[in-house]
C-alpha cells in the first residue's frame, strides 16, 4: 500500500523549534516533488513550503528565513525544520507528494495524514 507517513508533531514554546519528517513508503520507484501544507482551525489548507525533485525550495512569505524544507532521495522523506516558532504557526501540517510505480507509472499525489503542531506559552 503506498502512503505517506508524517512524525515531528508536538507542543512547542514560541521561540522554539520543531523538525518534521514525511517518509514514502510502499510500491513506489522515485517521487517528483514534495510538499508542505498547514490548515488553520475554519480555514482552507494552504501551501508552506514545496521542493523540487532537484531539491530548489520555496517557501511561502510568513514562514521565510524561519522554515526549511529538505528531501532525502534515498530514504524516500521530505523534512520541515520549523525555528523561532510563534503562535501563529499552529496548525495541522500535511505532507504531500507525487509518486511514481514500476516503469515509472504515475502514481498520483498523496496526502500525509497530518501532524498537529501547537505552539503556546
Known amino acids: 500500500q503506498v502512503q505517506l507517513v508524517e512524525y515531528g508533531g508536538g507542543l512547542v514554546q514560541p521561540g522554539g523549534s520543531l523538525r518534521l519528517s514525511c517518509a514514502a513508503s510502499g510500491n513506489i520507484s522515485s517521487i517528483n516533488a514534495m510538499g508542505w501544507y498547514r490548515q488553520f482551525p475554519g480555514k482552507e489548507r494552504e501551501l508552506v513550503a514545496a521542493i523540487t525533485s532537484g531539491g530548489s525550495p520555496n517557501y511561502v512569505d510568513s514562514v521565510n528565513g524561519r522554515f526549511t524544507i529538505s528531501r532525502d532521495n534515498a530514504k524516500n522523506t521530505v523534512y520541515l525544520q520549523m525555528n523561532s516558532l510563534k503562535p501563529e504557526d499552529t496548525a495541522v501540517y500535511y505532507c504531500?507528494?507525487?509518486?511514481?510505480?514500476?516503469?515509472?507509472?504515475?502514481?498520483?499525489?498523496?496526502w500525509g495524514q497530518g501532524t498537529q503542531v501547537t505552539v503556546s506559552s
Open positions: 504531500n507528494a507525487e509518486l511514481f510505480g514500476i516503469a515509472s507509472m504515475t502514481l498520483g499525489y498523496y
